[in-house]
Nanobody, 125 residues
Framework: QVHLVESGGGLVQPGGSLRLSCAAS????????MSWFRQVPGKDREFVAA???????YVGDSLKGRLAVARDNAKNMVSLQMNRPQTGDTAVYYC???????????????????WGQGTQVTVSS
């Protein structure tokens, strides 16, 4: 079982940059596909990006071109870098882990047994 802790959230200026980290413990992330989701009150979780355990990267359609994600299996961490954040990016961002892979599979939050507690990101001037 893997334990996930997100960090790096807070208040971000529109048009600036945002970097989030997810530290894992209890198990190596090398056996997991690692993903980011986000959620605003009253709405379902939205897929942000996934890094499959076989090296593929998938990014949500609304974020393509503004997002970079990476995994460091040696440090047991994943990161998310968002450029030009907008007010619509305000949400709680979650890190999640799944033992499986596949583009469509990883975009469904129901397929993740392991979640971090989330970190609030507020994009505002």
């Amino acid at each position: 079982q893997v334990h996930l802790v997100e960090s790096g959230g807070g208040l971000v200026q529109p048009g600036g940059s945002l970097r989030l980290s997810c530290a894992a413990s209890g198990s190596s992330i090398s056996v997991y596909s690692m993903s980011w989701f986000r959620q605003v009150p009253g709405k379902d979780r939205e897929f942000v990006a996934a890094l499959s355990k076989n090296g593929n990267t998938y990014v949500g359609d609304s974020l393509k071109g503004r997002l970079a994600v990476a995994r460091d299996n040696a440090k047991n961490m994943v990161s998310l870098q968002m450029n030009r954040p907008q007010t619509g990016d305000t949400a709680v961002y979650y890190c999640a882990a799944s033992l499986y892979e596949g583009e469509n599979y990883l975009q469904d939050d129901l397929n993740y047994p392991f979640w971090g507690q989330g970190t609030q990101v507020t994009v505002s001037s």
